[in-house]
C-alpha cells in the first residue's frame, strides 16, 4: 500500500544519501514517515521567513534521521543533533549538520542564535524535558515535538471530564501541547500509532 510520506521521501534526490549517512535504519518506512512527518510541521513554522534564519537542534536523535533530512532539504543554517547512545554515522558529505553524544539532562545547550527545538519520538519524561529546555531559552524560539511511549504527569483538575473520556497516549500529548503553549495535529500520514505532532513558537514582544 502507497503512503505520501516514503513515496515523497524516495522522490528525493538525498533520499540515498540521508540513509546512508544514518544507516542502518531499523523499521525503515516508520522512522522515515516519522521524520517526513515531522519535516512537514516543521517547514509549515518556517516556510515564510527568512532562509537560514535558524539552528536546528534536534534532541534525542536516536540514528539522526530527522536531523540529516532536515539538513538536506530545508533552508536552515544547521542542524545540531544531540543523543547519548554513541553509534557510527558515516557524515563526510553532510554540510550544516553534527552529531553530539551527550545527555540532555547533564549538557550544557549553547542557542547562540533563534533556534528550533525538535525531538521526533520522543520516549517518557524526555519529551517533557524537552519542553522545559524550549520554554527556559530564550533563542529557543519555535518547538516541534512527537511524543512517543507517555511520561509521568498530573492532568490539569479544569479539563479532568474531558480527558478521563480520551486514551492515556493522549492526554500525554495534551499535557505537552499545554506545558509547551503550543497546539496539536495529529499526522495520519505517520506510520505509527503516535502520531501527533506539537508545535508551538514564542511570539517577539
Not at 33 to 57: N, W
Amino acid at each position: 500500500m502507497s503512503n505520501r510520506y516514503l513515496d515523497e521521501f524516495f522522490r528525493l534526490r538525498c533520499a540515498g544519501d540521508v540513509l546512508s549517512a544514518c544507516a542502518p535504519v531499523n523499521n525503515g518506512s516508520k522512522e522515515i514517515s516519522e521524520a517526513m512527518g515531522a519535516r512537514h510541521a516543521l517547514l509549515d513554522m518556517i516556510i515564510t521567513e527568512q532562509k537560514c534564519k535558524y539552528h536546528v537542534l534536534d534532541l534525542c536523535a536516536g540514528n539522526g534521521l530527522f536531523g540529516l533530512l532536515v539538513a538536506h532539504t530545508l533552508p536552515v543554517s544547521s542542524v545540531c543533533a544531540i543523543d547519548k547512545r554513541y553509534r557510527e554515522f558515516h557524515l563526510d558529505n553532510v554540510k550544516r549538520y553534527r552529531y553530539i553524544f551527550a545527555d540532555i539532562y547533564d549538557c550544557e545547550l549553547h542557542m547562540n542564535e533563534p533556534t528550533i527545538v525538535c525531538g521526533v519520538h520522543v520516549c517518557r519524561d524526555l519529551a517533557a524535558h524537552i519542553v522545559r529546555i524550549y520554554l527556559n531559552n530564550e533563542n529557543a524560539k519555535k518547538l516541534v515535538l512527537m511524543p512517543c511511549c507517555v511520561g509521568s504527569f498530573t492532568p490539569p483538575t479544569n479539563h479532568h471530564l474531558i480527558l478521563e473520556r480520551v486514551p492515556k497516549a493522549l492526554q500525554w500529548v495534551w499535557y505537552l501541547a499545554d506545558m509547551a503553549r503550543g497546539c496539536i495535529k495529529q499526522d495520519m500520514h505517520i506510520l505509527s500509532p503516535r502520531n501527533y505532532i506539537i508545535t508551538a513558537e514564542k511570539r517577539d514582544g
